[in-house]
Structure formats: C-alpha cells, structure tokens
C-alpha cells in the first residue's frame, strides 16, 4: 500500500517516534485488591479526607484515557458549604451523599472537542519539529471532520450519509454526527476519568459512590452550566461506616458478559 492511501491513523502510528517510555512494574496483587476491594460505599464514617489526597485523586483521574486526547470532561469539587447542602438536596438527600466527606460532579462537554482541538494545535506549535506532521494533520482536519455536527447537526447528518455510502466496501468510522451522538462520545470518556477517580480513592485509603439517581437539571443551574454540558455522575467520596456497604458484592456469571470468538 502507498503512503497516500494509508489511512491517516496508520501515518500517525507509524511516524517516526523518538519517545521511550518503559512500563512501569506493577504489583499485580495491590492492584487486584485495590479493584475488589472498591465498593458503591452508601454510609460513611467523620473521618475527614486530606485535601492533598483529594486533589492528587482528581489530578489521577484526568490521566484516564480519551477520544482523541480531547479530554471532554469537567469536574466540580464542590467545597461552599451552601453548594454542597445544596447538592445534597439535588442528590434526593440519599445517604451516599448525606453523610459524604466530599462530592464531586462530573460533566460531559462534547463542546470541549473544539477548544481543546485548538489547544493541542497550540502545544504542537511550541513543540516545534519534534510534532509529526501527520499529527497536526490529524487535529486539522480527522478532528473537525470526525466532531463538527454543524447547525442542527446538517454537517453531521451529511457526513452520515457518505460514511454509510463508504462503508458499504470499506471498514469506516460512523459516528458521532448529531449532538446526541456527541454526548454518548463526551459520556464515554468522561466515565472512564470517573472510574479513575474512584479507583485512586480506594488506593489511598478512601471509599467512593457514583450516584445516578439526581437532579440533573439543577445541579447544571447550580453550577451554572448551560448546554451542551451534561451531568455525568455526581461521586461521593470518604471512608465507610461500618454499615456502609449494604450487602455482598453480586455480580452474574462471567460467561454472561464475557465471550470469546
């Protein structure tokens, strides 16, 4: 296959690359524990969380990985004793986030894919000649092609039609191309950066709980968002009662949801 005709992804991948990173050694067993061990903690104890160890969690969890390094995700420490009575009030007072050490609201911002488009251009353009010119490509024009749904998502509904076309012979990229499509894309990644979160909670002696179960309107209004921005999740976090787990852990058999093929 000539360069011209390999898939931009494929150039990307195979430019030169003069960064080594070696894995680093895990303890595979600490690692095990820290994931069994995390639970959906209902009742938490007063004992209070370092505020070092939570703004460390919360740097840990924008190093989840995402769509095209895009990072479409916010997340609101809400520390103002008013903001918080409130958002407890918005969590339908559950017990999760009654008697939480702290919360955490975590957004989805498909509107994020432009301005950090522009801020990856910005690094590239500081990085110099050490930028693959297939990655500048990439974020010129793969990203506003793959992410810009236009006015009433038109654009993204043109784009539809000649992916489905294209796709007929040839394996090719469908979505997002309309707004929904581009909170499913936001929601995605912003889950993974919560499950990142709640994993370094756990590692550093902490227990967490993400509630679904809110008001999702207003707490966009306590935090004054508007849309696009949408309510992922809002996290609780501390350390468990001694009832703050409400029963065994169940999960159906593995073969349910695992298949090989």
Same mark, same amino acid.
């Given at each position: $296959? ?8 494929? *150039? ?29 903690? #209902?009742?938490?104890?007063?004992? %209070? ?60 911002? &498909?509107?994020?894919? *432009? ?8 690094? /590239?353009?500081? $990085?110099?000649e050490k930028? &693959? ?18 006015? /009433? ?9 000649? $992916? ?16 929904? @499509? ?15 979160? $709640? ?10 709980? %993400?509630?679904?179960?809110?008001? =999702? #309107?207003?707490?966009?209004?306590l935090l ?7 309510? =992922? ?13 409400? @029963?065994?852990?169940?999960? /159906?058999?593995?073969?349910?949801f695992i298949?090989?093929?």
């Amino acid at each position: $296959m000539s360069d011209k005709k390999k898939p931009i992804l494929n *150039k990307l991948f195979e430019s030169k690359n003069t960064h080594i990173e070696p894995a680093e050694k895990i303890n595979k067993e600490e690692f095990i524990k820290t994931v069994k061990s995390r639970r959906s903690v #209902r009742i938490y104890n007063e004992e %209070p969380i370092s505020e070092k160890d939570m703004k460390e969690c919360l740097e840990l969890s924008l190093l989840a990985p995402n769509s095209s390094n895009l990072q479409p995700w916010e997340f609101y420490w809400v520390k103002s004793k008013t903001k918080k009575q409130k958002l407890i009030e918005y969590c339908l007072g559950q017990p999760a986030a009654t008697t939480a050490q702290e919360l955490v609201v975590a957004v989805a911002r &498909p509107d994020f894919w *432009k301005i950090n488009q522009k801020r990856m251009l910005e690094l /590239f353009n500081e $990085m110099g000649e050490k930028t &693959p010119k297939s990655a500048t490509t990439y974020y010129k024009k793969i990203v506003p092609l793959a992410y810009n749904q236009g006015i /009433f998502s038109i654009r993204g509904y043109i784009k539809k039609i000649v $992916m489905e076309i294209r796709g007929l012979k040839t394996p090719t990229p469908r979505e997002p191309y309309n707004k929904k @499509g581009m909170a499913v894309w936001a929601h995605k990644s912003t889950a993974l950066a919560c499950e990142n979160l $709640m994993l370094s909670l756990r590692a550093y002696g902490y227990d967490s709980c %993400p509630m679904e179960g809110i008001d =999702s #309107r207003k707490i966009k209004k306590l935090l004054g968002l508007s849309t696009p921005a949408e309510i =992922s999740m809002v996290i609780s976090a501390g350390k468990r009662a001694t009832n703050g787990v409400y @029963g065994k852990q169940l999960r /159906f058999k593995s073969y349910n949801f695992i298949h090989e093929i």
